[in-house]
């Protein structure tokens, strides 16, 4: 079994990394050519996931290793529960995303920009797929490497816009940051193991000060590609600048490689400290919240949607968290929950998030616009995009019965867990999680009604949203799929966690037998779960049948608009002031930049008022901090002008404060 | 055994309507008023459910589902609360967050179906709905999670079982912090004075009543029944919280909880006749605190 299951996974890898060289060699026949490099990443995807299901259905891991020239390298490739369980949504957002593109980045009129996103769309999914295949520190870094650059050209899909070149710029260098903080940590673990193969690294000693700095050197690493607060400043631009089903791509499954990074690198220690797991939990609630009230002040769809990538990613890292202070207290439930939790909001993350990027992009196709403010009553002209983005809605809402729901459940009864440390035991206010967990999902609805309402409900605001014209159909069957997905692990939650005790079992060592009995407890209350989603779908579809007998019949007439016979669409409630009490109490990470010319005189001609919010950590950093480091190096470069008796006159300075220093101090 | 799922099904679905009726009698005598009959409510819901109704141009089909995906996960949610003496008809480990998420999906589909008329009276309704219950759900979980610790059980009927009786004896200040809180989140979830209030329409002021402004007919039957279980779930909640029910005899304890419920009702009517409704500013405040009387009871279980 394990040879042919490695010879799918690397025949995936292969074939996904190739995917866009039929576009450039048929490159006279645009259609033919696009569509075969589509039809290669399904095929990809699709050897892959068969790849990855007996894995997680229980067959022995496959495992690979050949030498490699480089040194200390090797060609060892390993695919285990973990890596197999984000293998399937790695493969199968960035294949659905081809099939979108067949429409919304057509080869046939956008020519060569087109075969290059092509090219860099399947090197990126191949070289995902191989960091989650690597078994070697060097060959994790060099796909690691190859998926960073890919991710700039893919950013720069438009490489004539100015948002675009900044947005590649600053991911560039956030990505490059964090390579080298994982190599930082590679290199130490590597010479003290003497091997760079990860076969070689478990069980390191978690004891002291010098192995938690070392872990900090993964997070950090990790958490700049996964986007947790405060490392997340590139990537709202990113996200936002990039083709959507590119932005579907970043959001939905590059991340998740950080997430992956830490679980693998939280995984090769023995006995991870509590102290790792709470501070997981801090950095993902903070994550959680920050994302979301971040996501509420925006009015750009793409940058609110990447923002709420923020806030999910901090949902798994609480999980994460949840499951490393298990290992430190030997509690099984409390790792099985939180590991099962957070593997499940990957997938489910994935899911939704790229639904509702593709989403955003047919409204952007069909309108022009990505600006809710100017957007509004979508659903008349496009009816499937706006029921599909409401199922998206709903998911990411955390809503049952969809599978945002279930993986967040899973997130709360893992916290609650926590309750059963002895007493006395300071890790079990890890049941905090669960309030903030019910303060991230409401913020989260909140945001998402807002969205839905401001976009697809009442009137359109401008002429370009009334003009707007339902998408072609690549667009919307990838996003069917996604919400039939969505759907389906959320009313079939059960039928997945044998698999996720398996990911629990693989990453955190202990055996699948002392995982059983939560698993088993779990899966029955997921069974009730089923039931009750069941229930509430026959409701409706019985109340539903019920309202259409009920009464004499229905009259049209125009919104009660408090006895104004004339409403406009100007007249609408707009996004901001939707959002506008919950900004007001977020106000303090916000700072948004408030342009206000009140009305003057008793006729006033003008008057307006706009809030942009502002991202905190790069405007108000990093941005000044780069721009201040840069005006004082000038200053200091423009005395070394080439004076020799300056020089001379430094040198002296240099020798005096050192024999000054020498007499004074030493 | 079935007589008494029934007899659960049918308090669920049969008493809400009564509980109202009994809020607003009470704050009719309060007021020196005769007031409307304690059955009006059902009354109301007949005369809506015979009626036609008008929808706006503007509207799609969000509009309609608005109501009745709002109806069916509130009563879905009501299958897993424990009424009476009984557990409830479906109970198991973390129940009790499927029946929070379920009353926001209500909230979610209820805020849309505002949103969809366009017009802005009910986009306002919307927005301070959803805002305020983002504030109140961190206290409905926190007061959860303080009854999951101080009884040991992760199911509601587990929660608000058997084993409360003891945690009362144990930890009864937690607890009544967590009754505290939960009374307040309660008049802020069913737009209650002095949250919101419902005995007026028009008024720029209004939260719930104003998303439902263009909800006519049967329509807006769905949604004030659903509203009317919405109140009865919370007064269960709050009843079993606070009352023992280990009453003697064949129905003591489905009576004692009937009697808490309307025990409840006249409570809630009282604040209402007693106390102005808040500025919209101040009713952050009031949610917030009611989390922090729940953390502190959660610290004093946890210390």
């Given at each position: 079994?394990?040879?042919?299951?490695?010879?799918?996974?690397?025949a995936s890898v292969v074939l996904a990394s190739s995917s866009g060289l039929p576009g450039l060699a048929l490159w006279r026949r645009p259609v033919l050519g696009q569509r075969l490099s589509a039809g290669v990443l399904c095929l990809a995807a699709v050897l892959g996931?068969?790849?990855?299901?007996?894995?997680?259905?229980?067959?022995?891991?496959?495992?690979?290793?050949?030498?490699?020239?480089?040194?200390?390298?090797?060609?060892?490739?390993?695919?285990?529960?973990?890596?197999?369980?984000?293998?399937?949504?790695?493969l199968l957002v960035p294949a659905l995303g081809s099939i979108y593109g067949l429409a919304y980045f057509p080869q046939a009129s956008l020519g060569a920009r087109a075969v290059r996103l092509q090219l860099w769309y399947g090197l990126v999914t191949g070289s995902?797929a191989?960091?989650?295949?690597?078994?070697?520190?060097?060959?994790?870094?060099?796909?690691?490497?190859?998926?960073?650059?890919c991710?700039?050209f893919l950013v720069l899909a438009d490489p004539d816009r100015?948002?675009?070149?900044?947005?590649?710029?600053?991911?560039?260098?956030?990505?490059?940051?964090?390579?080298?903080?994982?190599?930082?940590?590679?290199?130490?673990?590597?010479?003290?193991?003497?091997?760079?193969?990860?076969?070689?690294?478990?069980?390191?000693?978690?004891?002291?000060?010098?192995?938690?700095?070392?872990?900090?050197?993964?997070?950090?690493?990790?958490?700049?590609?996964?986007?947790?607060?405060?490392?997340?400043?590139?990537?709202?631009?990113?996200?936002?600048?990039a083709p959507s089903h590119v932005s579907a791509l970043?959001?939905?499954?590059?991340?998740?490689?950080?997430?992956?990074?830490?679980?693998?690198?939280?995984?090769?220690?023995?006995?991870?400290?509590?102290?790792?797991?709470?501070?997981?939990?801090?950095?993902?609630?903070?994550?959680?919240?920050?994302?979301?009230?971040?996501?509420?002040?925006?009015?750009?769809?793409?940058?609110?949607?990447?923002?709420?990538?923020?806030?999910?990613?901090?949902?798994?890292?609480?999980?994460?968290?949840?499951?490393?202070?298990?290992?430190?207290?030997?509690?099984?439930?409390?790792?099985?929950?939180?590991?099962?939790?957070?593997?499940?909001?990957?997938?489910?993350?994935?899911?939704?998030?790229?639904?509702?990027?593709l989403?955003?992009g047919s409204?952007q196709h069909a309108?022009?616009?990505?600006?809710?403010?100017?957007?509004?009553?979508?659903?008349?002209?496009?009816?499937?995009?706006?029921?599909?983005?409401?199922?998206?809605?709903?998911?990411?809402?955390?809503?049952?019965?969809?599978?945002?729901?279930?993986?967040?459940?899973?997130?709360?009864?893992?916290?609650?867990?926590?309750?059963?440390?002895?007493?006395?035991?300071?890790?079990?206010?890890?049941?905090?999680?669960?309030?903030?967990?019910?303060?991230?999902?409401?913020?989260?609805?909140?945001?998402?009604?807002?969205?839905?309402?401001?976009?697809?409900?009442?009137?359109?605001?401008?002429?370009?949203?009334?003009?707007?014209h339902e998408s072609p159909r690549a667009m919307l069957v990838p996003m069917g799929v996604?919400?039939?997905?969505?759907?389906?692990?959320?009313?079939?939650?059960?039928?997945?966690?044998?698999?996720?005790?398996?990911?629990?079992?693989?990453?955190?060592?202990?055996?699948?037998?002392?995982?059983?009995?939560?698993?088993?407890?779990?899966?029955?209350?997921?069974?009730?779960?089923?039931?009750?989603?069941?229930?509430?779908?026959?409701?409706?579809?019985?109340?539903?049948?019920?309202?259409?007998?009920?009464?004499?019949?229905?009259?049209?007439?125009?919104?009660?608009?408090?006895?104004?016979?004339?409403?406009?669409?100007?007249?609408?409630?707009?996004?901001?002031?939707?959002?506008?009490?919950?900004?007001?109490?977020?106000?303090?990470?916000?700072?948004?930049?408030?342009?206000?010319?009140?009305?003057?005189?008793?006729?006033?001609?003008?008057?307006?008022?706009?809030?942009?919010?502002?991202?905190?950590?790069?405007?108000?950093?990093?941005?000044?901090?780069?721009?201040?480091?840069?005006?004082?190096?000038?200053?200091?470069?423009?005395?070394?002008?080439?004076?020799?008796?300056?020089?001379?006159?430094?040198?002296?300075?240099?020798?005096?404060?050192?024999?000054?220093?020498?007499?004074?101090?030493? | 055994?079935?007589?008494?799922?029934?007899?659960?099904?049918?308090?669920?679905?049969?008493?809400?309507?009564?509980?109202?009726?009994?809020?607003?009698?009470?704050?009719?005598?309060?007021?020196?008023?005769?007031?409307?009959?304690?059955?009006?409510?059902?009354?109301?819901?007949?005369?809506?459910?015979?009626?036609?109704?008008?929808?706006?141009?503007?509207?799609?089909?969000?509009?309609?589902?608005?109501?009745?995906?709002?109806?069916?996960?509130?009563?879905?949610?009501?299958?897993?609360?424990?009424?009476?003496?009984?557990?409830?008809?479906?109970?198991?480990?973390?129940?009790?967050?499927?029946?929070?998420?379920?009353?926001?999906?209500?909230?979610?589909?209820?805020?849309?179906?505002?949103?969809?008329?366009?017009?802005?009276?009910?986009?306002?309704?919307?927005?301070?709905?959803?805002?305020?219950?983002?504030?109140?759900?961190?206290?409905?979980?926190?007061?959860?999670?303080?009854?999951?610790?101080?009884?040991?059980?992760?199911?509601?009927?587990?929660?608000?079982?058997?084993?409360?009786?003891?945690?009362?004896?144990?930890?009864?200040?937690?607890?009544?912090?967590?009754?505290?809180?939960?009374?307040?989140?309660?008049?802020?979830?069913?737009?209650?004075?002095?949250?919101?209030?419902?005995?007026?329409?028009?008024?720029?002021?209004?939260?719930?009543?104003?998303?439902?402004?263009?909800?006519?007919?049967?329509?807006?039957?769905?949604?004030?029944?659903?509203?009317?279980?919405?109140?009865?779930?919370?007064?269960?909640?709050?009843?079993?919280?606070?009352?023992?029910?280990?009453?003697?005899?064949?129905?003591?304890?489905?009576?004692?909880?009937?009697?808490?419920?309307?025990?409840?009702?006249?409570?809630?009517?009282?604040?209402?006749?007693?106390?102005?409704?808040?500025?919209?500013?101040?009713?952050?405040?009031?949610?917030?605190?009611?989390?922090?009387?729940?953390?502190?009871?959660?610290?004093?279980?946890?210390?």
């Amino acid at each position: 079994m394990a040879p042919v299951i490695g010879a799918l996974a690397i025949a995936s890898v292969v074939l996904a990394s190739s995917s866009g060289l039929p576009g450039l060699a048929l490159w006279r026949r645009p259609v033919l050519g696009q569509r075969l490099s589509a039809g290669v990443l399904c095929l990809a995807a699709v050897l892959g996931i068969v790849a990855a299901v007996p894995v997680l259905a229980g067959a022995a891991p496959f495992v690979l290793h050949t030498p490699w020239g480089q040194p200390n390298a090797s060609l060892a490739l390993r695919l285990d529960p973990l890596s197999a369980l984000f293998l399937v949504p790695v493969l199968l957002v960035p294949a659905l995303g081809s099939i979108y593109g067949l429409a919304y980045f057509p080869q046939a009129s956008l020519g060569a920009r087109a075969v290059r996103l092509q090219l860099w769309y399947g090197l990126v999914t191949g070289s995902m797929a191989l960091v989650l295949l690597s078994d070697n520190a060097m060959l994790f870094l060099f796909a690691w490497e190859v998926m960073a650059v890919c991710g700039f050209f893919l950013v720069l899909a438009d490489p004539d816009r100015k948002d675009a070149q900044k947005a590649a710029w600053v991911y560039l260098v956030a990505a490059h940051a964090g390579t080298f903080a994982i190599l930082a940590f590679f290199s130490i673990v590597g010479s003290a193991r003497g091997t760079f193969d990860f076969a070689g690294w478990q069980h390191l000693g978690a004891t002291g000060a010098k192995a938690s700095w070392l872990w900090t050197l993964a997070l950090v690493g990790f958490g700049l590609k996964a986007g947790l607060v405060p490392l997340h400043f590139w990537l709202p631009g990113a996200h936002a600048a990039a083709p959507s089903h590119v932005s579907a791509l970043m959001s939905g499954v590059l991340l998740k490689t950080g997430v992956y990074g830490i679980l693998r690198a939280t995984g090769f220690f023995e006995s991870p400290p509590a102290s790792w797991g709470v501070a997981l939990l801090v950095l993902g609630g903070a994550s959680g919240v920050l994302g979301v009230a971040l996501a509420l002040a925006q009015h750009d769809l793409k940058r609110l949607l990447a923002y709420h990538s923020v806030e999910n990613i901090g949902i798994i890292t609480m999980g994460v968290g949840l499951a490393v202070l298990g290992r430190a207290r030997g509690e099984p439930a409390l790792v099985l929950l939180g590991f099962a939790g957070a593997a499940l909001h990957v997938v489910n993350h994935a899911l939704f998030k790229s639904l509702l990027f593709l989403g955003a992009g047919s409204v952007q196709h069909a309108a022009g616009t990505r600006d809710i403010e100017r957007l509004g009553g979508l659903s008349r002209a496009m009816p499937f995009t706006a029921g599909l983005f409401l199922v998206g809605a709903a998911a990411i809402s955390g809503l049952p019965p969809l599978n945002g729901f279930v993986s967040e459940w899973l997130v709360v009864m893992g916290s609650l867990r926590a309750l059963d440390l002895p007493p006395g035991d300071r890790a079990s206010f890890a049941v905090l999680v669960v309030p903030t967990l019910a303060l991230v999902g409401a913020l989260a609805a909140a945001c998402f009604v807002k969205v839905q309402g401001t976009v697809f409900l009442g009137k359109p605001r401008t002429s370009e949203a009334a003009a707007a014209h339902e998408s072609p159909r690549a667009m919307l069957v990838p996003m069917g799929v996604l919400a039939a997905a969505c759907v389906a692990i959320g009313v079939l939650p059960a039928v997945f966690l044998p698999a996720l005790a398996r990911g629990a079992a693989s990453w955190s060592g202990l055996p699948l037998s002392t995982l059983a009995a939560p698993a088993a407890a779990a899966t029955a209350s997921a069974g009730m779960v089923s039931g009750l989603a069941v229930l509430l779908l026959a409701l409706v579809a019985s109340l539903t049948f019920l309202r259409r007998r009920l009464g004499p019949g229905a009259a049209v007439g125009e919104t009660w608009g408090c006895g104004y016979a004339y409403p406009t669409a100007r007249m609408e409630y707009t996004g901001s002031s939707f959002a506008q009490i919950l900004n007001q109490g977020f106000r303090w990470v916000l700072f948004p930049r408030v342009r206000f010319q009140p009305p003057r005189g008793p006729f006033p001609a003008s008057a307006r008022f706009s809030t942009e919010p502002r991202e905190a950590v790069l405007d108000l950093t990093i941005l000044p901090g780069i721009r201040g480091y840069g005006s004082a190096a000038s200053r200091v470069r423009a005395l070394l002008a080439g004076r020799v008796h300056f020089y001379a006159l430094l040198v002296l300075a240099t020798l005096v404060f050192l024999l000054a220093w020498r007499l004074l101090w030493w | 055994m079935i007589l008494r799922a029934l007899f659960q099904i049918g308090i669920l679905l049969l008493l809400p309507p009564l509980l109202l009726g009994v809020v607003n009698r009470v704050k009719a005598i309060v007021a020196g008023r005769r007031g409307p009959p304690l059955l009006q409510g059902y009354y109301d819901l007949a005369k809506l459910l015979r009626k036609g109704s008008v929808y706006s141009r503007t509207t799609t089909w969000v509009f309609r589902a608005g109501p009745v995906v709002g109806l069916a996960a509130v009563a879905t949610a009501g299958t897993m609360l424990p009424v009476a003496g009984q557990p409830a008809i479906f109970s198991f480990s973390g129940d009790f967050v499927l029946f929070a998420y379920l009353l926001a999906l209500a909230r979610f589909a209820t805020a849309l179906a505002a949103l969809d008329t366009g017009s802005s009276f009910e986009g306002m309704g919307a927005a301070r709905e959803v805002s305020f219950a983002s504030m109140a759900e961190p206290a409905l979980f926190l007061c959860l999670v303080v009854l999951a610790r101080a009884t040991g059980s992760l199911s509601l009927s587990g929660m608000l079982g058997p084993g409360l009786a003891p945690a009362w004896s144990g930890a009864a200040p937690a607890l009544l912090l967590s009754a505290i809180a939960l009374f307040v989140v309660a008049l802020a979830e069913n737009s209650r004075i002095p949250v919101d209030d419902p005995s007026t329409h028009l008024e720029l002021t209004m939260i719930h009543e104003v998303m439902v402004l263009d909800h006519s007919g049967p329509d807006l039957a769905f949604i004030l029944y659903g509203a009317s279980i919405k109140f009865f779930l919370f007064g269960a909640l709050f009843v079993r919280l606070v009352l023992d029910l280990r009453v003697q005899g064949i129905w003591g304890a489905e009576a004692a909880f009937v009697a808490g419920l309307v025990g409840f009702a006249v409570l809630v009517g009282l604040v209402e006749s007693f106390m102005a409704r808040l500025r919209l500013n101040r009713v952050p405040q009031m949610l917030v605190g009611a989390s922090v009387l729940s953390v502190f009871a959660l610290v004093l279980l946890l210390r």
